[in-house]
């Protein structure tokens, strides 16, 4: 079975990746931010696991790729700038 994310993490990814959050109504949250040149707005609600029929009706919201949504999760593990900077 493949892991649940909470929305938190979603929520958190999806800010990493541009979004901000524009309201909140009961458990469901909006964000809106450009993606691939459009402004996309999702909702997402606030529960400690999204099932993940859910997850990806939020990625298609965002007309994100699950590739681009782990890659944005993932991008602070793998590129470190202080690993690219040397003192000369």
């Given at each position: 079975m493949p892991k649940l994310y909470s929305a938190r993490v979603i929520i958190?990814?999806?800010k990493k990746a541009g979004f901000y959050k524009v309201s909140q109504?009961?458990?469901h949250v909006k964000l809106k931010g450009f993606w691939r040149g459009?402004?996309?707005t999702?909702?997402?609600p606030n529960h400690k696991e999204?099932?993940?029929g859910t997850f990806?009706?939020?990625l298609n919201q965002a007309s994100m790729?699950?590739?681009e949504f782990l890659k944005v999760i993932f991008l602070p593990f793998f590129f470190k700038p202080e690993a690219f900077s040397?003192?000369?």
């Open positions: 958190k990814s999806f109504k009961g458990s459009k402004l996309q999702i909702i997402i999204v099932a993940m990806q009706s939020i790729t699950l590739e040397q003192n000369l």
